[in-house]
């Protein structure tokens, strides 16, 4: 599990620039929904950490934030 995670935040940084990567993160946390006019590797990315919280916090660790997951988990 966790080099498949591992191997998804490797894919995630050579496609997506890290301030991509930092909204789509702070989006997820804040609820804002995807806006419908993105590329296919934002759509991937979205959909990667909504559907798993591993992969969240170690995309949200990676970028230097922490707690993410607590956020996320606390509004649901």
């Not at 966790?2 to 702070?26: C, G, T, W």
């Not at 991937?44 to 988990?73: C, H, K, P, T, W």
Request: proline letters at 3%; zero cysteines; charged letters at 25%.
């Amino acid at each position: 599990m966790y080099l498949l995670v591992l191997s998804l935040i490797i894919m995630a940084n050579e496609v997506l620039a890290k301030i991509d990567r930092q909204n789509i993160i702070f989006d997820v946390v804040d609820g804002i929904p995807p806006s419908g006019d993105e590329s296919d590797e934002i759509r991937s990315f979205r959909s990667q950490i909504e559907s798993d919280n591993v992969m969240l916090e170690y995309s949200a660790e990676e970028l230097g934030f922490n707690n993410v997951l607590f956020e996320y988990l606390s509004q649901g």
